[in-house]
Structure formats: structure tokens, C-alpha cells
């Protein structure tokens, strides 16, 4: 035990039969990878005679303590196993694969780890492990986040609601809702954060804090459904003054004369048109900004407006939702592992919800941003 143990961790594709040989630098499909290296192959292993106890034996991650990867010993193979996660099936995986992506980000090699393994009073020489960037299980991912986007345009109602007029009768008309949107935004960023950790760290696991946002999204939809609100407004009509009936002609017309040279008849002469110049015109046509604005707006006066126009309720939970979404999706990204988000932010996207679902009953739509079904 007072030798030190030099190991090379290397790539080993299954516990039970990868043996590997010395090398610098191997690379990993994913953090749970098992390291499996045959005792023979490790300097300083003739002080195995005697077994040695895992609690005996130290990993260190670019020089920093990793505790938790303890190395399981195999003495009847005589192999050693080293798992970057944990033991199998350790509930703090999440918190592991934090911790590696904290070091990883402290340091200029990106996804490469300099690994050693070493007795608690020996020196230690260090291999690079890098971390494969992509493999075959990211399709699944991809996958989630294609259908997450493309069936909303296919099956448009998905995420629309009819509206009911000022009788609680339903109408021919829909909208596009916004608590809908927001239990199936969370659903997708759930599920295809799920399958980013599995592609990732190799770990299928589902947190109590993704939980907990797809209970709040669907309560929320649910509260949303169940409490009756957002009826069209009633349409009211009042008669302009000076006029009788359809036939009264406007004020501003009523002087005016129409007059016609019977010499020249047809349409009044046009000025000459102007002779094109070489200069091209870069302004953007009026029309292609239409064709890309009027969508946007029409899906934001569905949304977060009502016959007054912006509605407090509809803005404060749409805004909180869209933070919370970045917020966990870079969380996933950067760490490799499902975030945990503390009682304050859970609590903003519980009130938020509650806000909205209980000034629904006050709310009129205005006719004017509806769709007919």
C-alpha cells in the first residue's frame, strides 16, 4: 500500500470481459461508461497480494478529489472497475455528472478529464479520458424536439380552444390557448431533457423538479379548462350622429361634387412615369414584412391580450414560463443532468398559474384576434 498505483483509464465496453491495454487518452460513449483495467496492467500491483479495500484508494478528476467514484475491486478476475457516476444505480448520479461537468468547465480541455487512481499517500500520474460529444442516442433527442415543433403545424388544434360567447354558449370561433401552450412547452422541454441525459451521462432519470413543472402545467391547464372564462364580448352598436340609416352619406362628402370633362372621357391623364434608374432598391417589400409579422402578432394578441388588450395575468405567466424554460434548458446543457429548482422558483410558477386561472372569469376576448374553427 505505500507504492503508488498508476491506472490509465481506458475505454471498456462491458464489466465483465473489456481488458485494456496502456494508453494516454481513450474516449468514453458517455459518463456512465464503466473503466475496467486488468490488475497486471497496473504498476505497483504486486501490493495486491494482500486484498486492499476500495475505502484504501482515491480518484482524482483534473486534480480534484472525486469521492464518489470509489473503484470496485474485482479480486477473483483480478480487475479493477471505476465508475465516473457512482456505484449502479446511485440515486446522486445527477449530482455526479454536476460535479464532472463543473470540473470539465474549470478547465481548457473541454470534454477531457485527466483521471488517476492512487493509494491516499502515493503520487499520481495522470491519462486523459474525453467524453464522446455525440453518439447514436442523440436521434432520440433531436427526434422530441422535431415533433415537439412540427406536430403544433400539423394539428393545429392541439394547442387551440374554443371560445364561448357572454351567454357561456360555445361559439364558432377559436383561439390559440395559453395555458395549452404552456403544459405541451414543458411536456416536450421535459421529455427531450430526459433523453439529452440518457445521450449524454447514460442515465435514464426523471427528478423531482421536472415532476413538480409538469404538475404545475397541467394543474394549470386543468384550472383553465374547469373554471369558465375568456367569452367573447358582447358587440354593441350605436348610431352616428346626423345620419339616418344606412343611406346617409358622410359629412365630409356631402359638399363634394363630382366632376366629369365630357371632352376627354375615360380615366383623368396620369403623369409621366418615372424613368428607372440604375440604382437598385434595398428597402424590404411592405408585404414580405406582413407575410412574416401578422402570424407573430396574431399569436401574441391570442395569447396575452383580451378586449382591453394586454392582460397582466396572461404577460406575468407567459414571461415567468419562458425564463424558467431557458433556465432549465441551459441547465441541461451545460450540466448533463436534470436541474433542481428550489421552492422560490417553483413557488413563481405556482402563483403565476393561480393568477391566471382565477381572472379568467372576469375575461372578455375580443372578437377581433379570433379564428374561426
Not at 402570424?295 to 394586454?310: A, E, F
Not at 397582466?312 to 441547465?331: D, F, K, M, P, Q
Request: aromatic fraction near 6%; proline fraction near 8%; charge should be positive.
Amino acid at each position: 500500500m505505500s507504492h503508488p498505483i498508476w491506472i490509465a483509464l481506458l475505454l471498456g465496453s462491458t464489466v465483465g470481459n473489456a481488458i485494456c491495454g496502456v494508453a494516454d487518452s481513450k474516449t468514453l460513449a458517455d459518463l456512465n461508461e464503466p473503466i475496467v483495467l486488468n490488475f497486471s496492467e497496473v504498476p505497483g500491483a504486486d501490493n495486491f497480494a494482500v486484498p486492499v479495500q476500495a475505502a484504501d484508494l482515491q480518484v482524482y478528476l483534473n486534480a480534484r478529489a472525486a469521492a464518489w467514484a470509489a473503484p470496485e475491486l474485482d479480486w477473483l478476475h483480478r480487475k479493477m472497475i471505476v465508475r465516473l457516476l457512482g456505484p449502479s444505480g446511485d440515486p446522486n448520479a445527477g449530482v455526479h455528472a454536476r460535479a464532472i461537468r463543473d470540473v470539465m468547465r474549470r478547465s481548457s480541455g473541454g470534454n477531457r478529464l485527466a483521471v488517476c487512481v492512487k493509494t491516499k499517500t502515493g503520487a499520481c500520474r495522470q491519462f486523459t479520458v474525453t467524453v464522446a460529444e455525440t453518439n447514436y442516442r442523440d436521434a432520440l433527442w433531436i427526434a422530441i424536439l422535431g415533433l415537439g415543433i412540427l406536430l403544433p403545424v400539423l394539428f393545429p388544434r392541439v394547442l387551440r380552444t374554443r371560445v364561448r360567447d357572454s351567454n357561456g354558449k360555445r361559439t364558432g370561433m377559436e383561439r390559440l390557448s395559453l395555458s395549452a401552450t404552456i403544459f405541451y412547452v414543458w411536456n416536450i422541454v421535459v421529455l427531450a431533457s430526459v433523453a439529452f441525459v440518457w445521450a449524454t451521462s447514460g442515465e435514464w432519470t426523471v427528478n423531482q423538479t421536472a415532476m413538480s413543472l409538469l404538475g404545475l402545467a397541467g394543474a394549470t391547464r386543468g384550472g383553465a379548462k374547469l373554471v369558465p372564462g375568456s367569452r367573447v364580448s358582447a358587440i354593441t352598436t350605436q348610431p352616428v350622429p346626423g345620419t339616418s340609416g344606412a343611406a346617409a352619406v358622410p359629412q365630409a362628402l356631402a359638399g363634394a361634387q363630382l366632376v366629369a370633362d365630357p371632352a376627354q372621357p375615360g380615366p383623368a391623364p396620369q403623369p409621366p412615369a418615372t424613368p428607372p434608374s440604375g440604382e437598385v432598391s434595398i428597402e424590404p417589400s411592405p408585404i414580405a414584412l406582413a407575410a412574416l409579422t401578422q402570424p407573430v402578432l396574431r399569436i401574441l394578441s391570442q395569447t396575452l391580450t383580451d378586449s382591453d388588450g394586454p392582460a397582466v395575468h396572461r404577460i406575468e405567466l407567459a414571461v415567468w414560463t419562458a425564463l424558467l424554460v431557458c433556465w432549465y434548458l441551459r441547465a441541461v446543457y451545460l450540466d448533463w443532468a436534470l436541474p433542481q429548482f428550489d421552492l422560490s422558483l417553483l413557488g413563481i410558477g405556482t402563483v403565476s398559474g393561480g393568477f391566471h386561472v382565477l381572472s379568467k372569469p372576469a375575461e372578455q376576448i375580443s372578437r377581433n384576434v379570433l379564428s374561426p374553427r
